[in-house]
Structure formats: C-alpha cells, structure tokens
C-alpha cells in the first residue's frame, strides 16, 4: 500500500497464494486529503420547469415542460436531462440535446405516465428532477392519488403539438376565433358540444385555412368579413378539468384558442374500516371507529352522517366532504341490552343537481358478565323509557 494524490494510477496491487489457509480480510481503510478546490463554473444555462398537472390519478399521462434559458453571449449546446423516478415511465428520451443562440429560450417536453400499480390507500408525492452533466437543475413535483383525474395520452399529446406550434399570436387583426362549450361541467360520458365562430377581419380573402381540433382537421377559405361556425362532440371518458384546442392556420396566419371545462363523476362516499369490539361488561367503555371514504373525484355536498345505538344518537353534518373523514363513537356498556346490540351507520348526502343518496351498515357488540344487581338495573332503566314514551 502506498498514498497516492493520483486517481488515474493504482496506489496498490494486492496478490497472495497459499493453500489450507483460513484468511479473514478486514475492510479497507481509506484516508483522502483535499489538495486544492478550483473556482466554481458559473451555469451557462438556467432551466425551469412546470408540469402541466400538478394533481393526477394512477395510470394517467403528464407533461413535464423545461424552459432553458442560453444565460452567455454565444452559443451554446446543452444535454438536458430527466431523472428517473420509480413510479413514472415515458416514452420519450430521458435526455434531449439543444443548441441555443445567444440568450434563446427553449421550451422542451416529456410526457410521463404514472403506473397504474401503485396502492389507493396512499397519496405518492412524485419528485420531478430535471438536470445537466454541468449541473444545472430545475425541481417540481407530481402528486398522485387513486381518486385524482385520469389524462390520455391523446389529449396531452396535443397540449404538446400546439405549445410547439408558433408561440406568438400573428392574426390578431386578420381573424378571430371564439370558441364555447355548451356548458362548464359535464358528467363522465355524457357528450359535449363545443361551439367556435370564425371571422376573417380583414378586407381580403383568406385561402388554404387549416383548422384543427384534437387532430381532426378541415380546410376552408374566407371571403372578407365572412363568419363560419365550427360544431365540435366530446367524449368525457376521464374526469377532471380538460382543455381543448383549436387552431387555425395558413403558411402566414396563426390563431389558437383554448377552452376549458370540466368533466365530474357522479359523488360517492363508503363507510368503511369499522371496527369494534367483540363483547363489552355493564361498566366498561369501548370505542367503535369507522371511516366515511370518498370514492369519487367530485365532493359530496350537504352531508349528514347519523350514528344510533347504545341509547345515544350522535349525529354529524357536512357543507361538503371532499377527503375520507374518520369517526369515534363511545358506548357504554351501562346503556346496552343483554346479548346482541346493533349499532347503525347512515350517511346522507346530495350532488349538485339536489338528488339525495344514502348509504347504510350496522355493527354488533355483545354486553356480557351480567350480575343480577346489574340486570336489575337494566330493567327498571327499560321501564324508565318505555313510559317515557307513552306520556
């Protein structure tokens, strides 16, 4: 062994040969000295990134944008890079080469799936890491839920192609193009209806008028002042708040709106994960707990959750329930029956068109280990209530 301020040449060679020998090796001990530390480099590149949404579902695709900025007053070439992350997949390169005039920015994307195989009971915090061998990063994040909306590729896929299409707006004197939708929120499956006119502004015609949305296109031309109206159906198939694209173009003019709306499911809550005690004695306490998990992407609205057993009825009411809420309920072994006592769960609750839904479970306990001072108790407290009743 032998120290060496060399890396490139091996500071040891290690040989031996024996024969019915019993070695044991201890760990290698290594020292290392900083020599000198030169200057640091100062980045020729600034990258910033964004993902287009922040919240998805399993098994739904994103898009990760990176702006890089050439900070130098020449060119310059960048390998730009995307880590990996274990719950994301792409079928893009994990890098991408640029070369960026003099204090260009560029625009690059990737588009990342989430994998479908990840467990609803957990949200996963995703983290997006984008960087060079010169190490210039840019840091965001993906949050995923089982409950979260669903993307298709499709759909992002033309986010990608219009936000490469020209960036600035050249027709603003020339056309307009307005587009609605018939309504701001449908439900999962139900059609859509997008209305657009198109208005050639200027006092010439305009010929050779592409016109695309979600990939299908038509080609039209424009007398001046002429207005034209563009029917456009949607498919709802996955919730969330969508955006539709639509472009109109010649090899000069470039115009592109974008409308948004969203796409719900109808509200849908569980009660779940109840768990209580087998038997229970006249003095003792116990605790019955249970979830209320909401199952869908919408909120449920105007929620009452109503929970009756043991002589008590406790009940809860919601404006709205938009995350799984969990519930403690204490009985009382004085206020049960002998044998078997059912406790019953309701929750109530409406969407927003005012339709009512109602969900039900029950549970059981046992009162158990009775003595006859109790079970006298018992039922002079049974009288009690029955002649309650009658006056």
């Known amino acids: 062994m032998k120290e ?29 000295d900083v020599i000198s530390i030169g200057q640091k480099i100062a980045p020729l590149i600034k990258i910033d990134s964004a ?59 990737w588009k990342v799936h989430i994998k479908p195989e990840l467990e609803s009971k957990f949200a996963y915090i995703v983290p997006i890491k984008i960087y060079t061998l010169r190490n210039e990063t840019a840091s965001s994040q993906i949050i995923s839920t089982a409950t979260a909306p669903k993307y298709s590729f499709e759909e992002l896929s033309e986010f990608v ?20 939708p018939s309504k701001e929120q449908y ?79 109808l509200p849908e809550l569980r009660i779940e994960n109840i768990t209580i005690a087998d038997k229970i004695e006249f003095d003792e306490k116990k605790r019955m707990r249970f979830t209320l998990s909401k199952k869908s992407w919408t909120a449920a609205q105007k929620a009452i959750v109503r929970i009756e057993g043991a002589k008590r009825v406790q009940q809860v009411d919601f404006d709205y329930i938009d995350s799984d809420v969990p519930f403690i309920f204490v009985i009382e072994g004085k206020n049960l029956n002998a044998g078997n006592n059912t406790i019953k769960i309701t929750a109530q609750y409406f ?28 039922i002079f407290r049974n009288i009690g209530e029955f002649l309650g009743k009658l006056f």
């Open 4 to 32: 060496s301020a060399d890396s490139v040449h091996p500071a040891s060679k290690l040989e031996w040969t024996g024969k019915n020998e019993n070695l044991e090796i201890e760990p290698l001990q290594f020292k290392t």
């Open 51 to 109: 993902v287009l949404k922040p919240k998805i579902g399993f098994d739904s695709w994103n898009v990760i944008e990176a702006e890089v900025t050439n900070l130098k007053d020449y060119y310059v070439t960048a390998e730009i890079k995307l880590a990996k992350a274990k719950e994301l997949e792409t079928k893009d390169p994990q890098s991408k080469h640029l070369t960026l005039r003099p204090f260009e920015k560029q625009r690059i994307f």
């Open 351 to 378: 969407d927003e068109n005012n339709k009512e839904y109602t969900i039900k479970k029950t549970a059981s306990i046992n009162l158990i280990n009775i003595t006859a001072k109790q079970m006298t108790r018992m």
């Open 161 to 180: 192609e219009t936000k490469n299409v020209a960036q600035i707006d050249t027709s603003k004197e020339l056309i307009t193009l307005v587009c609605r």
């Open 187 to 265: 439900l999962q499956e139900e059609i859509g209806k997008i209305n657009c006119d198109l208005i050639n502004l200027g006092n010439t015609k305009i010929s050779q008028l592409t016109i695309c949305a979600q990939k299908n296109c038509r080609y039209e031309s424009l007398l001046p002042n002429e207005k034209i109206n563009l029917e456009y159906y949607l498919e709802n198939k996955n919730i969330g708040i969508k955006e539709f694209f639509v472009t109109a173009k010649t090899n000069s003019l470039f115009k592109k709106t974008t409308i948004k709306y969203t796409v719900s499911d």
